[in-house]
Nanobody, 126 residues
Framework: QVQLVESGGGLVQAGGSLRLSCAAS????????MGWFRQAPGKEREVVMA????????LCANSVKGRFTISRDNAKNTVYLQMTNLKPEDAAVYYC???????????????????WGQGTQVTVSS
Protein backbone atom coordinates (compact mmCIF):
# COMPACT_ATOMS: atom_id res chain seq x y z
CA GLN A 1 0.00 0.00 0.00
CA VAL A 2 1.31 3.42 -0.97
CA GLN A 3 0.07 6.58 0.66
CA LEU A 4 0.31 9.82 -1.28
CA VAL A 5 -0.02 13.25 0.28
CA GLU A 6 -0.28 16.35 -1.89
CA SER A 7 0.49 19.87 -0.81
CA GLY A 8 0.99 23.29 -2.35
CA GLY A 9 -2.43 24.10 -3.69
CA GLY A 10 -4.13 27.42 -3.09
CA LEU A 11 -5.49 30.58 -4.61
CA VAL A 12 -3.45 32.40 -7.23
CA GLN A 13 -4.12 35.15 -9.73
CA ALA A 14 -4.12 34.40 -13.43
CA GLY A 15 -0.55 34.49 -14.68
CA GLY A 16 0.80 33.37 -11.35
CA SER A 17 2.65 30.21 -10.32
CA LEU A 18 2.28 27.37 -7.88
CA ARG A 19 4.31 24.29 -7.10
CA LEU A 20 2.53 21.16 -6.00
CA SER A 21 4.32 18.44 -4.10
CA CYS A 22 3.37 14.84 -3.52
CA ALA A 23 5.12 12.79 -0.88
CA ALA A 24 4.90 9.00 -1.11
CA SER A 25 5.21 6.50 1.70
CA UNK A 26 7.06 3.66 0.02
CA UNK A 27 10.60 2.34 0.00
CA UNK A 28 10.36 1.59 -3.70
CA UNK A 29 9.30 5.01 -4.92
CA UNK A 30 11.63 4.89 -7.91
CA UNK A 31 9.76 1.89 -9.27
CA UNK A 32 6.51 3.82 -9.66
CA UNK A 33 5.43 5.98 -12.52
CA MET A 34 3.92 9.11 -10.99
CA GLY A 35 1.18 11.21 -12.45
CA TRP A 36 -0.64 14.42 -11.77
CA PHE A 37 -4.31 14.53 -12.64
CA ARG A 38 -6.95 17.20 -12.20
CA GLN A 39 -10.68 17.30 -11.97
CA ALA A 40 -12.82 20.38 -12.34
CA PRO A 41 -16.49 20.44 -11.22
CA GLY A 42 -18.67 18.56 -13.66
CA LYS A 43 -15.72 17.26 -15.65
CA GLU A 44 -13.89 13.97 -15.81
CA ARG A 45 -10.54 13.49 -14.17
CA GLU A 46 -7.77 14.08 -16.70
CA VAL A 47 -4.06 13.57 -16.79
CA VAL A 48 -1.94 16.72 -16.58
CA MET A 49 1.58 15.33 -16.53
CA ALA A 50 3.28 12.06 -15.65
CA UNK A 51 6.82 10.78 -15.28
CA UNK A 52 8.41 7.35 -15.24
CA UNK A 53 10.36 6.06 -12.27
CA UNK A 54 13.79 6.97 -13.61
CA UNK A 55 12.53 10.28 -15.08
CA UNK A 56 13.37 8.90 -18.50
CA UNK A 57 10.01 9.70 -20.01
CA UNK A 58 7.31 12.24 -19.35
CA LEU A 59 3.78 12.82 -20.53
CA CYS A 60 2.20 16.23 -20.88
CA ALA A 61 -1.33 17.29 -21.70
CA ASN A 62 -1.53 19.70 -24.62
CA SER A 63 -3.38 22.22 -22.48
CA VAL A 64 -0.39 22.74 -20.17
CA LYS A 65 2.55 22.38 -22.55
CA GLY A 66 5.12 25.08 -22.03
CA ARG A 67 3.56 26.13 -18.72
CA PHE A 68 3.80 23.10 -16.40
CA THR A 69 6.80 20.96 -15.52
CA ILE A 70 6.93 17.65 -13.70
CA SER A 71 9.94 16.41 -11.77
CA ARG A 72 10.72 13.90 -9.07
CA ASP A 73 13.28 13.40 -6.36
CA ASN A 74 13.54 9.69 -5.69
CA ALA A 75 15.76 10.28 -2.68
CA LYS A 76 12.93 12.26 -1.10
CA ASN A 77 10.08 10.09 -2.37
CA THR A 78 8.51 13.20 -3.81
CA VAL A 79 7.11 14.28 -7.16
CA TYR A 80 6.52 17.91 -8.07
CA LEU A 81 4.33 19.83 -10.45
CA GLN A 82 5.57 23.32 -11.22
CA MET A 83 2.77 25.39 -12.69
CA THR A 84 3.41 28.76 -14.29
CA ASN A 85 1.28 31.22 -16.21
CA LEU A 86 -1.81 29.77 -14.60
CA LYS A 87 -5.13 30.34 -16.29
CA PRO A 88 -8.67 30.24 -14.86
CA GLU A 89 -9.26 27.01 -16.76
CA ASP A 90 -6.47 25.37 -14.75
CA ALA A 91 -8.61 25.61 -11.62
CA ALA A 92 -9.40 22.13 -10.32
CA VAL A 93 -8.62 19.63 -7.64
CA TYR A 94 -5.20 18.21 -8.45
CA TYR A 95 -4.45 14.60 -7.61
CA CYS A 96 -1.18 12.76 -7.38
CA UNK A 97 -1.22 9.12 -8.48
CA UNK A 98 1.18 6.19 -8.62
CA UNK A 99 1.25 3.38 -11.16
CA UNK A 100 3.02 0.16 -10.24
CA UNK A 101 3.16 -1.26 -13.75
CA UNK A 102 6.44 -0.48 -15.45
CA UNK A 103 6.13 0.97 -18.92
CA UNK A 104 8.53 2.82 -21.17
CA UNK A 105 6.19 5.79 -21.30
CA UNK A 106 3.80 7.01 -18.63
CA UNK A 107 0.19 5.91 -19.03
CA UNK A 108 -2.46 8.60 -19.28
CA UNK A 109 -5.56 6.71 -18.22
CA UNK A 110 -6.96 6.97 -14.72
CA UNK A 111 -7.36 3.20 -14.65
CA UNK A 112 -3.62 2.64 -15.04
CA UNK A 113 -2.84 4.19 -11.67
CA UNK A 114 -3.10 2.14 -8.51
CA UNK A 115 -2.78 4.68 -5.73
CA TRP A 116 -4.19 8.17 -5.31
CA GLY A 117 -3.75 11.10 -3.01
CA GLN A 118 -6.61 13.01 -1.45
CA GLY A 119 -6.22 15.95 -3.80
CA THR A 120 -5.33 19.60 -3.39
CA GLN A 121 -7.43 22.51 -4.60
CA VAL A 122 -6.01 24.99 -7.08
CA THR A 123 -8.07 28.13 -7.63
CA VAL A 124 -7.13 30.71 -10.25
CA SER A 125 -8.74 34.12 -10.15
CA SER A 126 -9.09 36.16 -13.31
Amino acid sequence: QVQLVESGGGLVQAGGSLRLSCAASTRTFSSYTMGWFRQAPGKEREVVMAITGNSGSTLCANSVKGRFTISRDNAKNTVYLQMTNLKPEDAAVYYCAAASSRTLTPPKSVEAYDYWGQGTQVTVSS
